[in-house]
C-alpha cells in the first residue's frame, strides 16, 4: 500500500509527540499517543494495557526512575498496511543528557483511530545485544539478517 505524505507526516508526528512528552515528564501526553487499549511491552518485559494505564505508569516513572531522561527516536521505517494501519521500527534510548549510543530497538503499530488520528495500538521494546548478536553470526553466518552488512 501506497503511503501518503499526509500519512508519513502524520505518522512521524505522532512518535515525535510521544518523544516530546517524554521528555517533558508528562505521563498524560504520553498515555494520549496510545489507543485505549494499547499494549505497551517495555525492554525489561513490562506489560502495560491501554493509554490510561501507559500514561500512569510512565507518570510514576518519569516522577522516580526516568526523571530528567529524554528520549531519542530515530525511525529506520514506516510500512503501511491498507489505509490505516502502519508498522515503524525505531532505535532509541532514554538517557540522561545526549546518549552514546541508540541502543534499543522498537516496534510500533500504528493505527488511525476512529477520530482520524494516529495513534500507538502496540509497542514492543528490545535491548539490542551486540555482542550476542556478533558471537551468533560468527557461529551461525546464516543467522546474519540482509539489513546488516558484513
Not at 516530546?20 to 501526553?29: C, E
Not at 494495557?49 to 530528567?68: N, T, V
Not at 498496511?81 to 510500533?108: F, Q
Request: charged letters at 25%.
Amino acid at each position: 500500500m501506497h503511503t501518503t505524505d499526509a500519512d508519513t507526516t502524520a505518522i512521524r508526528a505522532l512518535i515525535e509527540r510521544s518523544q516530546d512528552a517524554w521528555n517533558r515528564g508528562d505521563g498524560t501526553a504520553y498515555g494520549a499517543c496510545f489507543t485505549s487499549d494499547a499494549t505497551d511491552v517495555t525492554y525489561v518485559g513490562t506489560l502495560y494495557r491501554g493509554g490510561d494505564e501507559i500514561g500512569g505508569a510512565h507518570q510514576a516513572l518519569f516522577d522516580s526512575f526516568l526523571k530528567g531522561t529524554r528520549l531519542t527516536v530515530e525511525i529506520l521505517e514506516i510500512r503501511r498496511y491498507g489505509r490505516d494501519t502502519a508498522i515503524v521500527v525505531t532505535r532509541g534510548e532514554s538517557s540522561k543528557g545526549n546518549p552514546k549510543k541508540l541502543g534499543k530497538l522498537a516496534t510500533y503499530t500504528v493505527i488511525r483511530d476512529t477520530d482520524d488520528q494516529w495513534r500507538i495500538a502496540a509497542v514492543q521494546k528490545t535491548r539490542h545485544k551486540p555482542i550476542m548478536e556478533a558471537i551468533s553470526f560468527k557461529f551461525q553466518p546464516a543467522s546474519r539478517p540482509a539489513a546488516i552488512s558484513s
